[in-house]
């Protein structure tokens, strides 16, 4: 409560208890993991770590990526660009922040056959060089989203032609932006497994 009213831009989005005794932890709503005393008088931001008999074990980045998994979880599954597996039943599957233009964006829409046969669904979502919503970066991968065949017309860009610029009011690009930003997303094409793990880079 001192905190919210000294910070009132921080709303609290829940509060639990730790494995550490006398220690809470506070999700800040689009903030960080902070740890608060039992008393509300001192609180700190970083790595929570549990000693095990045989590990060091990072309980803030689980907590994290537990936050990750939720949030992705519930993304509507119509405004993504999904590739379901073919022929093959679907074993896992990955969230991809994508930008049509970036060398390992395409090489990974070029790894789709390969991730198909694995039996991995490819969920994307728009991560445009240029943000600004007037930009041709923008636009062309907002046309894509708002396209009869999103698909075939993500696949298009990322091999380099040109698709017609149709912007549609309703599409999620600016909405996507957002979370990539929320999520720490510096780069793509930027990777999250159903667990809320982020894959650097790509493999």
């Not at 931001?45 to 803030?60: M, P, R, S, Y």
């Not at 039943?89 to 970036?102: G, L, P």
């Given at each position: ?21 006398g220690v809470f932890q ?32 990072n309980l803030t980045k ?142």
């Amino acid at each position: 409560e001192k905190l919210t009213k000294i910070r009132s831009d921080l709303v609290v989005e829940s509060v639990k208890e730790t494995a550490a005794e006398g220690v809470f932890q506070v999700n800040i709503l689009n903030g960080p993991i902070l740890y608060l005393t039992e008393a509300g008088e001192h609180f700190f931001e970083g790595n929570l770590w549990a000693i095990t008999d045989t590990n060091l074990v990072n309980l803030t980045k689980q907590e994290e990526e537990k936050r990750i998994a939720s949030t992705l979880s519930a993304l509507p599954v119509n405004e993504m660009i999904i590739f379901t597996p073919k022929g093959s039943k679907t074993r896992s599957v990955i969230y991809a922040f994508t930008d049509h233009t970036c060398y390992y964006c395409r090489k990974l829409h070029d790894d789709l056959p390969q991730l198909s046969e694995l039996g991995i669904e490819v969920r994307y979502l728009a991560w445009p060089r240029d943000s600004k919503v007037d930009s041709k970066s923008f636009q062309q991968i907002a046309s894509a989203w708002c396209s009869e065949d999103p698909q075939q017309s993500l696949t298009k860009l990322k091999s380099g032609e040109d698709i017609p610029i149709n912007v549609c009011e309703d599409n999620p690009v600016e909405k996507q932006l957002f979370l990539g930003s929320k999520l720490m997303v510096r780069g793509t094409p930027a990777i999250f497994t159903e667990d809320g793990i982020a894959l650097k880079g790509y493999l």
